[in-house]
């Protein structure tokens, strides 16, 4: 059974710095390409990092580029996006899946950045 289970989120002020961990249960982790996404309050679900299945290649979106940090250890199928200089903007529900958002969604973790 598939399972992606994230963790790590919460409140934090302005500038501030966030790990986020995904677990992977049910299938081959260390042979997909990984990414996290994110969806805040009213907006579609969008991509935020990616990184391949060996951690050799990672991509981020414009807007977090020079402040997230996607990493990967197959050894404990687990995915982190470590998060500094966080930005209100930055609010939202995090998810973890494979590149193609192939898996079942976790539930995902709530980062909430404010003042």
């Known amino acids: 059974q598939v399972q992606l289970v994230e963790s790590g989120g919460g409140l934090v002020q302005p500038g501030g710095s966030l790990r986020l961990s995904c677990v992977a249960t049910?299938?081959?982790?260390?042979?997909?390409?990984m990414g996290w996404f994110r969806q805040g309050p009213g907006k579609e679900r969008e991509f935020v990092a990616f990184i391949s299945w060996s951690g050799g290649t990672t991509t981020y979106v414009d807007s977090v580029k020079g402040r997230f940090t996607i990493s990967r250890d197959n050894a404990k199928n687990t995915v982190y996006l470590q998060m500094n200089s966080l930005k209100p903007e930055d609010t939202a529900v995090y998810y973890c899946?494979?590149?193609?958002?192939?898996?079942?969604w976790g539930q995902g973790t709530q980062v909430t950045v404010s003042s």
């Open positions: 049910g299938f081959a982790f260390s042979t997909y390409h």
């Open positions: 899946n494979t590149e193609s958002g192939r898996m079942d």
